[in-house]
């Protein structure tokens, strides 16, 4: 992936996370924050980021977590595929917007993504 892609996704996952963050939910009279997304999701997935992306159980710019978790249900390669695809990135698996890689995340916290993904679709 060429250099200016992966800034460029940076940029668009940063300007996502701020409008995220930003968003208003109508109640009535009065009006609070949404942040959305963000509930149950572990800490090692919110301090790098991840929910810039991702959400549990909605599609944002990556897939919803709840469904890769079903698509690789029982598949005895998912938890080498997914941790390789979080360190090298990729597209075309979920669609057109492709995953920059994550190559300085500690093997350690790749495979705590991937355990908490699969484990959504028990």
Known sequence: MKKSHVILMALCAGMLVACDNNQQASTGAATKTVVSGREGMPAVAMK???????????????????????RYKGN???????????????AGAWGAMPMPPNSALPEAERKELVSFILGLAK
Do not use: F, R
């Open 48 to 70: 790098n980021s991840c929910d810039a992306c991702h959400t549990i159980n909605t599609k944002k710019v990556g897939p919803a977590w709840m469904d890769v978790s079903k």
């Open 76 to 90: 005895p390669d998912a938890v080498a595929y997914l941790d390789a695809k979080i360190k090298k990135g990729g």
